[in-house]
């Protein structure tokens, strides 16, 4: 009796089980830096299974940073199901918001440099392309270019969540609690033309709230009043760093993310807020473009504000 029980049991829980495998992906079409399109390829970033988003296994030794995982036990979800999404048929959402059917994907031939995490559209698209050239330039190593256009799996829906305009309205007390958790490392600043240096006071601090959205979210820019660095450090966008603040939560998203950059830090910047559905599963996440020396890529974060990916590539 006991046995027919479990029997039943698991026929009414199979629609359950088999409704978890869903998955879904996130890839990027890209103009380079003189603004021509990468011809009929997908930057394959993101991929989401029933334990939530990871980076693609294209990245996968930036996977030992993404929080709750192993690296071990990521990249081998991560592998599996990224090749399994390739063989979906995709979709690019141009600049209007229009689904543009791309068709399936498969392995490109590039493994290195700027062009890690590329697959190709399996058959050449007829489409031409819409980009969004009246929004802010997306800074990269190689130059600056159009936002990139985003791409998924048919099925897959995308809402783009808009921030409301900033001010800055942040308490006193948010404000003293991102200063102290900005000077937890120590700040140094130019005080003069002969190089008379000292540690910043919480004074000397800046925050400058950027995007605020409805459910109480807010990027902030944060820096000192003279920011010392080496001079090769201009390549970067920005010499702030990122923080984001929800519900008296504040962190540090420059820290958090922990790229690594030769010579001078990353920099991070919000590229756009998205509310992504499927059949079974409805995500709100943040994609962040991060750029440094001689490295650009992605990070995820979901709606907690956990860094749930970094897809990043050297370019030599």
Not at 126 to 133: A, E, M, T, V
Not at 223 to 251: H, I, M, P, Q
Not at 285 to 296: I, P, S, T
Request: proline share 3%; charged share 25%.
């Amino acid at each position: 009796m006991k046995f027919k029980f479990f029997i039943c049991l698991f026929v009414l829980l199979l629609p359950f089980y088999a409704a978890a495998k869903e998955l879904t992906a996130i890839g990027f079409v890209e103009v380079d830096s003189y603004q021509k399109l990468v011809k009929d390829k997908v930057r394959l970033t993101f991929v989401r299974t029933d334990s939530g988003w990871t980076s693609s296994c294209f990245f996968e030794k930036f996977h030992s940073l993404i929080e709750g995982h192993s690296a071990s036990e990521v990249l081998s979800a991560s592998s599996a199901c990224t090749h399994q999404i390739m063989k979906s048929s995709w979709q690019i959402i141009d600049a209007d918001g229009n689904y543009i059917n791309a068709g399936t994907l498969k392995p490109s031939k590039a493994t290195h440099g700027g062009e890690v995490g590329f697959v190709s559209i399996a058959k050449p698209l007829k489409n031409k392309l819409k980009f969004d050239s009246t929004r802010q330039s997306r800074y990269t190593w190689d130059g600056t270019t159009y936002p990139p256009l985003l791409a998924v799996p048919k099925g897959t829906r995308v809402e783009k969540i808009s921030p409301e305009k900033t001010t800055d309205s942040l308490s006193k007390e948010i404000k003293d609690k991102i200063i102290k958790l900005y000077l937890k490392k120590t700040r140094m600043m130019d005080t003069s033309e002969d190089g008379v240096r000292r540690a910043a006071s919480p004074k000397d601090v800046v925050v400058k709230p950027v995007y605020s959205f409805q459910d109480g979210v807010t990027f902030c820019e944060v820096s000192t009043t003279l920011f010392f660095d080496s001079a090769y450090c201009d390549l970067t966008s920005t010499y702030n760093e990122l923080f984001v603040v929800k519900n008296g939560l504040v962190k540090n998203l420059s820290e958090e993310a922990d790229i690594p950059s030769y010579m001078c830090h990353s920099s991070l910047a919000l590229f756009n807020r998205y509310e992504i559905s499927t059949k079974n599963m409805t995500d709100s996440v943040f994609v962040l473009f991060a750029q440094g020396y001689n490295k650009d890529g992605y990070v995820l974060l979901d709606s907690e504000l956990n860094v749930r990916g970094i897809s990043m590539w050297n370019y030599h």
